[in-house]
T-cell receptor, first 112, second 113 residues
Framework: GQQVMQIPQYQHVQEGEDFTTYCNSS?????IQWYKQRPGGHPVFLIQ?????EVKKQKRLTFQFGEAKKNSSLHITATQTTDVGTYFC????????????FGAGTQVVVTP | NAGVTQTPKFQVLKTGQSMTLQCAQD?????MSWYRQDPGMGLRLIHY???????DQGEVPNGYNVSRSTTEDFPLRLLSAAPSQTSVYFC????????????FGPGTRLTVL
């Protein structure tokens, strides 16, 4: 079945540094979504990518969808303490309507 | 709009007890789903519904039942609680399908002793 994997599982970042988290699917996805969950909170939608090779930016966050629609990345520049949390990618395969699969998440810790 | 609401926020059960986790949304969303979140495992889909009267199994459905008698409500029933069901449970909804923005409720933290 479809598997969505995220790396790294943990990311310790010095404030001001950049980092990237990666998401890989075993099957082609119809689209990819990214969510952020603050400690003790619930997942909150960040963005959705639909087209092959698509790149979207939200201030210091850059999201990319791979050409084969099987992988995605989230790059954060000049990390701030407000970036603390767990970032999840989620996707549904083109043959699995109804079953959105989440990656295990990347937990981000920011050191001032 | 209250969005997606879940009750209770916290619950402690003994092995073998049954209970219902409540989920409601006031956004007239057709698609609703239940996830459980365990450390290091992300969010795993338990059951989902594409509209009133229609439900289907997700990745980890065993030990859970759902029904969808109205558009607004999507309760999750634990038939006979087991320690392996200790988890944080999230309900989510979206307008029509899973590959749209999912709106999550605040979650229910369940402990089974």
């Amino acid at each position: 079945g479809q598997q969505v994997m995220q790396i790294p599982q943990y990311q310790h970042v010095q404030e001001g540094e950049d980092f990237t988290t990666y998401c890989n699917s075993s099957t082609t996805l119809s689209n990819i979504q990214w969510y952020k969950q603050r400690p003790g909170g619930h997942p909150v939608f960040l963005i959705q990518l639909v087209k092959s090779g698509e790149v979207k930016k939200q201030k210091r966050l850059t999201f990319q969808f791979g050409e084969a629609k099987k992988n995605s990345s989230l790059h954060i520049t000049a990390t701030q303490t407000t970036d603390v949390g767990t970032y999840f990618c989620a996707g549904a395969g083109s043959d699995s309507w109804g079953k959105l699969q989440f990656g295990a998440g990347t937990q981000v810790v920011v050191t001032p | 709009n209250a969005g997606v609401t879940q009750t209770p926020k916290f619950q402690v059960l003994k092995t073998g007890q049954s209970m219902t986790l409540q989920c409601a949304q006031d956004m007239n969303h057709e698609y609703m789903s239940w996830y459980r979140q365990d450390p290091g495992m992300g969010l795993r889909l338990i059951h989902y519904s594409v509209g009133a009267g229609i439900t289907d199994q997700g990745e980890v459905p065993n030990g859970y039942n759902v029904s969808r008698s109205t558009t607004e409500d999507f309760p999750l029933r634990l038939l006979s609680a087991a320690p392996s069901q200790t988890s944080v449970y999230f309900c989510a909804s979206s307008p029509t399908r899973p590959n749209e923005e999912q709106f999550f409720g605040p979650g229910t933290r369940l402990t089974v002793l």
